[in-house]
């Protein structure tokens, strides 16, 4: 199985603030990456898909980038409602595999 | 817009099989791919398998042997089976429509999630 190394596991942030997340494939995915956003008591809900497109009524300030086997979200200008916690899932190859999850907070 | 709701037992004795149902509104199963997902106490998530627009199926290998996920076109419904089950089992679980967009899939609706634990 493809293994996504999630960093950080947890992250305190201040309103306003660059948020960045990253995720580390064992292997080569291509761009098939997603990332999902879980508020407390929710579902997960999709971000970002094939590493870098945001989803339909995600707001601007998420993004995704790829380098090589690294993939990051970033969150340009951290809100209230951005708290949660983020994955990030690869579909290259199955078993589709998650990261560990990063667990956003408020500072 | 695509609705999807789990339901099911949410207590299950060990040994025994779970099964649960994904009720899929606004969208035909028939079409695109349908899939199941737990999250386990401590956050981590696992990919456990999905049933496609023709009933074909792919599972997650470490679960090949205990799961299976069938579907009632009728009903719009698919399900969820896994059997033998443990403590390690005691999950939430998500069905979520798996969708081939820009020719990448990724999960685009998730339902609301059912708590499951595996407890005598």
């Known amino acids: 199985d493809i293994q996504m190394t999630q960093s950080p596991a947890s992250l305190s942030a201040s309103l306003e603030e660059i948020v960045t997340i990253t995720c580390q494939a064992s292997?080569?995915?291509?761009?098939?990456l997603a990332w999902y956003q879980q508020k407390p008591g929710k579902s997960p809900q999709l971000l970002i898909y094939?590493?870098?497109s945001l989803a339909d009524g995600v707001p601007s300030r998420f993004s995704g980038s790829r380098s090589g086997t690294q993939y990051s979200l970033k969150i340009s200008r951290l809100q209230v409602e951005d708290i949660g916690i983020y994955y990030c899932?690869?579909?290259?190859?199955?078993?589709?595999?998650f990261g560990a999850g990063t667990k956003l907070e408020l500072k | 817009e695509v609705q999807l709701q789990e339901s099911g037992p949410g207590l299950v004795k060990p040994s025994q099989s779970l099964s649960l149902t994904c009720s899929v509104t606004g969208y035909s199963i028939t079409s695109n791919y349908w899939g199941w997902i737990r999250k386990f106490p401590g956050n981590k998530m696992e990919w456990m398998g999905y049933?496609?627009?023709?009933?074909?199926?792919s599972y997650n290998p470490s679960l090949k042997s205990r799961i299976s996920i069938t579907r009632d076109t009728s009903k719009n419904q698919f399900f969820l089976q896994l059997n033998s089950v443990t403590t390690e089992d005691t999950a939430t679980y998500y069905c979520?429509?798996?969708?081939?967009?820009?020719?990448?899939?990724?999960?685009?609706?998730w339902g609301q999630g059912v708590m499951v634990t595996v407890s005598s």
């Open positions: 094939g590493a870098t």
């Open positions: 979520a429509r798996y969708y081939p967009g820009a020719g990448y899939y990724y999960f685009d609706y």
């Open positions: 899932q690869q579909a290259s190859s199955a078993p589709d595999t």
């Open positions: 049933i496609s627009y023709s009933g074909s199926t």
């Open positions: 292997q080569d995915i291509g761009n098939w």
